[in-house]
């Protein structure tokens, strides 16, 4: 048990969001997002004597804020007009699945309108076919950005450290468009109720397994939150594929405020906390809050990533941004492999917290 009980903020919501498969490569695959993640890290957390504490749903402020008005108001309403559509009895789909994308390949130039079709809007806002929204998918995901923003009004009022049970994940949330199993970004969120709460400058360290491109897009031009993640390198093929590269530094006043750390796949945890202790120096000199993107992907044992990080690895990246002594929102990211799950989650906590 560690010495410091740390708050983890969750919500019952977070179960709600189901995405019953996934679409990939063009076949449906059984879905790693579950909602049984809330429940082994809940149970891990509490036997590690941490504090479970309910969010009160607020922070639909600080969301309106993060993302775009359309993205929050197709995400509300998807499910239910596509239950109204044809698509159950023609080819029996109960979630919504993007069918085009309105990308310049399409449109090359011409003025466009918004598809009448929900089938066919989806695609302006989903960008990958892997992250289907279903009936409790909005009510879960707002509640997730809502466990964010009430962990750092902890940390606001001065909590050391919070830990929010964000499910889904966010960080591949961009302000107006979903994907990679992500339809609000919870760390964005943290980040701005931070800055609103007086932090005058926070850095997010990103330790998810990928890079986490929403949130790097929501702040690539801002100076006052910085963004740095170590992730397995798009260049060798993996998700999100197109971004996520060493060379992006940010841009405007947000020059040099983006820092990414692409990893081979196979590395393990020697290279890994190089990265992690490199970005926790660079955000402890500048920065008086800090979020934590904590995805546990990056483990051996995960399906959908080819790091090799250990259990005591995670430990040691907790310590290394324990240590750094920022008050700190810990996000839940990825980690899909339930039976270490838990166990990974405490494992950087008590890190975290000791460090
Ligand atoms: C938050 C997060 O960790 N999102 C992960 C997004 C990466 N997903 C890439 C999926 C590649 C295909 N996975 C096939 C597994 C079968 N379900
Ligand atoms: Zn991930």
């Given at each position: ?12 919501d977070t179960?709600?969001h189901?995405?019953g498969?996934?679409?990939w490569?063009?076949?449906t695959?059984a879905a790693t ?7 082994v890290i809940?149970?891990t957390?509490r036997?590690a004597?941490?504090?479970l504490?309910?969010?009160d749903g607020s922070?639909?402020?600080v969301?309106?804020?993060v993302?775009d008005a359309?993205?929050l108001?197709f ?9 109204q559509g ?5 080819v ?8 085009l994308?309105?990308?310049?390949a399409?449109?090359d130039?011409l003025?466009t ?5 929900v089938h066919?809007?989806?695609g302006?806002?989903?960008?990958d076919t ?13 509640a997730?950005a ?11 009022t001065?909590?050391?450290t919070?830990?929010a049970?964000c ?18 970004n919870?760390?964005?969120v943290?980040?701005?109720a931070l800055r ?5 400058k926070?850095g997010i ?15 690539y031009?801002r ?6 993640s170590?992730?397995?390198d ?6 999100p ?14 020059q040099?405020?983006?820092r990414?750390?692409?990893?081979p796949p196979g ?5 890994w906390l190089?990265?992690v202790?490199?970005?926790a120096?660079?955000?402890?000199g500048?920065c ?6 904590l995805?546990?992907?990056a483990?051996r044992d995960?399906?959908?990533?080819p790091?090799?990080?250990s ?9 290394l941004?324990g ?6 929102v ?6 899909y492999?339930?039976?270490t799950l ?13 460090g």
């Open positions: 048990m560690s010495q410091y009980r740390v708050p983890v903020v969750w919500s019952p179960r709600l189901d995405p498969h996934e679409v490569v063009g076949v695959t997002e579950v909602a049984a993640r809330v429940d809940l149970e957390l036997d004597g941490h504090r504490v309910e969010a922070g639909d402020e969301l309106e804020s993302h359309g993205l108001a995400l509300r309403t998807a499910h239910e007009r596509w239950l044809p698509y159950g009895d023609l029996g789909q109960d979630r919504v699945v993007p069918y994308f309105p990308t310049p399409m449109t130039g003025p309108r918004a598809a009448v079709t066919a809007e989806a302006r806002y989903a960008y892997m992250t289907l929204v279903g009936p409790g998918t909005w009510r879960a995901a707002r997730a809502g466990c964010a923003s009430y962990a750092a009004s902890l940390v606001g001065g909590e050391r919070a830990y049970l499910r889904p994940p966010g960080h591949h949330a961009t302000r107006a468009g979903f994907g990679g199993s992500c339809y609000l919870n760390a964005a943290a980040a701005e609103r709460g007086g932090a005058a926070v360290v990103d330790l998810d397994a990928h890079h986490g491109n929403g949130t790097a897009a929501v702040f031009e100076g006052d939150v910085l963004y740095g170590v992730h397995v798009p260049g060798a093929g993996w998700f594929h197109v971004v996520g590269y060493a060379d992006e530094t940010g841009s405007g006043d947000g040099g405020a983006t990414n750390l692409p990893l590395t393990g945890d020697e290279a190089g990265a202790r490199d970005l120096e660079w955000t402890s500048s008086d809050a800090l979020v934590v993107s995805g546990v992907d483990a995960d399906p959908e990533s790091l090799l990080v259990q005591e690895g995670y430990r040691a990246a907790g310590s941004l240590g750094t002594g920022l008050p700190a810990v996000v839940q990211e990825g980690g492999h339930l039976p838990g166990g990974l989650v405490a494992a950087y906590l008590a890190g975290h917290a000791a």
